[in-house]
């Protein structure tokens, strides 16, 4: 009897930490420098999130980020786009969400941002706009103000808060 109680634990704890692993849907961060200077005025989002020719895009035009100079020196710069262009989306397919944004955008299309991808549009549209708008969130940009692991890139249903709404639940 004590044989079998410990084995069910086993495989229970086997199973659970199989399937949180499961969870990770973009590879997170790895890289100090993108780190640093990527996450000065928002979330540093995982490379995973943009196939690399919207990363291109956006890294070729950083004095007029989004209206502010985001601009770095030469070397940052190189380090940087290699980086966002060796764990692109496309090139870390292995990982579900970043399976997901590749496979929603078309082959002439290039992102100019993550909340301009047909998926994250898609999986978005349910909420309320004013809950996106309000000053805890500010707009859809800010993952992390809602997703509670974005940091760890897991962004399960289950780990959803949203300011003034708690959790979502379907
Ligand atoms: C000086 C501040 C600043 C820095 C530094 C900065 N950003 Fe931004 N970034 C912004 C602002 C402002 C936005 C727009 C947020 C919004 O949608 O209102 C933005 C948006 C983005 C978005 C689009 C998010 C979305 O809405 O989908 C990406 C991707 C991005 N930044 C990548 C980067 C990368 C990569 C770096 C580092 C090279 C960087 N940012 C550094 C200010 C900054
Ligand atoms: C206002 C809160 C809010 C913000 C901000 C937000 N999300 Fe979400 N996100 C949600 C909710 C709620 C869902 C679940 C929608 C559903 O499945 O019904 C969701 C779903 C998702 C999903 C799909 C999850 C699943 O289980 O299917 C991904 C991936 C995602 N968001 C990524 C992002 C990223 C990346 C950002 C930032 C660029 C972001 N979200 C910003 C609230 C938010």
Redesign the pocket.
Known sequence: MKLLIITLLFLSNLFSSEYASSKVGVKPVDNEL?KN??????F??QPG??PSK??KK??SN?EN??????S?DNED?QT?SEY?EKNSAEKAMNYKRSRRIVNSIASNEIP??????RY?IKKHNEIRPSLITQKEV?????CTACHTTAQKGIYSERDIIIPNFGRWED
């Open positions: 993108y200077e990527c996450s000065a005025c928002h540093d989002y999130l943009l919207s990363w956006i890294m950083l980020h989004f209206d502010t100079d985001a770095l710069f940087i966002l100019q941002s993550i909340t301009k991808v994250i500010k707009g859809l940009f800010n």
